[in-house]
């Protein structure tokens, strides 16, 4: 099974900005992959970020944005606030109806 | 109002198969995929698989063949999955969530809890 590495969690300040990553190891994320985003509130359903990299969905913040890094998808959360703090999950498309969610982010705000 | 509006919580022993629900409203059903996503408590999200609801066909996670299997009822836009020899590892919420059409889910139903106990 192919595994989709984030980083365990992040810590930033109010107004602050934090990148979240979304790797394959030694293979590169690309475009191809079409990465998304997600954030998940505790016993929330998860709510849609970004799409094909880095389209907002509808009625998401301009303070989040999306791209590729190097060979990572990445998430930017540029002047963090308070309602930010929550985890945060990557999703890859790997070809042939099949997708693999990351690991997961959480993201701490204080 | 587009929505996905998931079926009640289900308590299953050991062996057991479970067959979740998600009905679909506010948009053409056939122009979508729909995708199964399960969150055992604190853990991650973990994606099952999708439906065409065309009828066109399923994928499935490696994980999950064998065990998995995802129907659609267009008369009633419902999009069902059956889950067989149940664990104590299938203990989740399981989501559907309808597709955007660019390979992400981005309309989600509000989750169903699966217990199995014995």
């Known amino acids: 099974q192919t595994m989709v590495n984030q980083e365990p969690s992040f810590s930033v300040s109010p107004g602050g900005t934090v990148t979240l990553t979304c790797g394959l190891g030694?293979?590169?994320?690309?475009?191809?992959?079409?990465p998304s985003w997600y954030q998940q509130a505790p016993g929330q359903a998860p709510r849609t970020l970004i799409y094909s990299t880095n389209s907002r969905s509808s009625g998401v913040p301009d303070r989040f944005s999306g791209s590729i890094l190097g060979n990572k998808a990445a998430l930017t959360i540029t002047g963090a606030q308070a309602d930010d703090d929550s985890d945060y999950y990557c999703?890859?498309?790997?070809?042939?109806?099949?997708?693999?969610f990351g690991s997961g982010t959480k993201v701490t705000v204080l | 109002q587009v929505q996905l509006v998931q079926s009640g919580a289900e308590v299953k022993k050991p062996g057991a198969s479970v067959k979740l629900s998600c009905k679909a409203s506010g948009f053409t059903f056939n122009n979508y995929f729909v995708h199964w996503v399960r969150q055992a408590p604190g853990q991650g999200l973990e994606w099952v698989g999708q439906i065409n609801p065309r009828g066109d066909g399923t994928t499935y996670a490696q994980q999950f063949q064998g065990r998995v299997t995802m129907t659609r009822d267009t008369s009633t836009s419902t999009v069902y999955m059956e889950l067989s020899s149940l664990t104590s590892e299938d203990m989740a919420v399981y989501y559907c969530?309808?597709?955007?059409?660019?390979?992400?889910?981005?309309?989600w139903g509000q989750g169903t809890l699966v217990t199995v106990s014995s």
């Open positions: 999703l890859l498309y790997m070809g042939r109806g099949i997708y693999v």
């Open positions: 969530a309808r597709d955007s059409s660019v390979y992400a889910p981005n309309i």
């Open positions: 030694s293979a590169s994320v690309s475009t191809r992959h079409y």
